[in-house]
């Protein structure tokens, strides 16, 4: 697991090369800014389309299309016939956060905050000294649409299925305000990191 | 969080009851044998059909069939009859296990025996003086299948649908052999709790 300023480091490269999801940029930077506290990979929620080449072949699947706000029709569609071989899914995912606690003490406070914040999936791991939170959404949708090309669900389903994983995604993208506000208070009560502020300055972002 | 007796308790008069899931009563019982380790709730993976009365309401939900091993396609067509009003959807679930470990060392144990039996879900949150461990695989199925009694997809798509719905089940019960072995080793490093075996005699399980 990444020590902060290395984690700092390939935030904030990121970000310049734009490669931060932007609705949750203010908040990424919120988090990183508190003491004995960062994040690691996280992710704004997406919806999509994945295609498995093979049942279970995770490592193989590839996004056909993915977006981090709410996909259309006509985006879905498109997106379909580029299908070629495996399972077709739709996807939709709430957005993820793995927040890493330099100590028990911290690592409760944030697993308690991403609850309170109306991400019912948030546990922790121990990782060596570390603690590793991961706050997450319950909202997952992971709907079969067909094999190997061939779509075997009308336009009528599709957008009735396109309409759920939207909706999802709506909702679990709702809660980032809150997310935001508990850990504006969290910054006041442990602190701001100096090492933040001069990591920010050198990499200008 | 129960205390290990009134968690005994509880499984042992549920057992009594017939109330748990036949394939995993030998894993619980196992587990509950272990000294400064015990479950709570659990489940050993489940499909089925659920109908969400307005969407995201879930503690409305109810479910038109749910089983523990594989649904046929014939008890899935029965269930769809049943529908009436609002989201339905084929659900598909891994096993899943949440056990209480009463110091940190147990909980990171546990947590490492999850994750190396292949439940790649497992995490552990701190709750008071304890550590509850979730053993969860990553098999979820979230196929949305109609609205309001009207199921919008054909007999070719139920089939494939259920297809993938049974495989992501076997696949992940397909891990409780392994997840028992490492148990087992773990009982022989931490050692029998005479607690669980007081009770059991007691309760005649």
Known sequence: M????????SL???????????????LLLLVNSINGVYTTSSCSGRIGVMEEPAFGAKPLARWLIKVHREMSFEEMRE??????????????????FHVVAEDLGRARK??????ASGFKYTTFKAIGTRYLIEINGTEYLTAPLGRDGEILVDDTYLRFALDIGN??????????????????????ELGEDELFHELREEYGV
């Open 2 to 9: 990444k020590a902060k300023r290395e984690a700092l480091i």
């Open 12 to 26: 904030f490269t990121a970000m310049n090369d734009g490669k931060v999801d932007a609705d949750i940029i203010d």
């Open 79 to 96: 997106a379909l016939g580029k299908a070629e071989k495996g399972l077709l899914f739709l996807k939709s995912q709430p957005p993820i």
């Open 110 to 115: 944030v697993h308690e905050l991403g609850l």
């Open 167 to 188: 909706s999802m995604l709506r909702r679990s993208k709702g809660r980032l305000p809150r997310l935001f506000e508990n850990f504006r208070r969290l910054r006041n």
